[in-house]
C-alpha cells in the first residue's frame, strides 16, 4: 500500500492526481477508484495498477 498527497482533483471530471510520499511521482486517480471524496492536500493511501499510459492509482483511501 502507497500513501501520498492529492495534488489536485476535479470532481466534475472525475479524476486528478496523486503524489507519492516515497518516489514523488504523480500518477493517475479516477474517482471511480476513489472510496468517499477526495481534495487537494489531502492524505491519502492507495494501490497502483498497470494502465494504458502509465501506473494509475486504484483503492485510494482518505487517512
Known sequence: MHTGKVKWFNHKNKFGFIIDDETKKEYYAHAKYVEG???AGDSVQF?????KRGDECTNVKKI
Do not use: H, P, Q, V
Not at 494501490?47 to 494502465?51: D, G, P, R, S, V
Open 47 to 51: 494501490e497502483l495498477k498497470a494502465a
Open 37 to 39: 471524496t477526495i481534495e
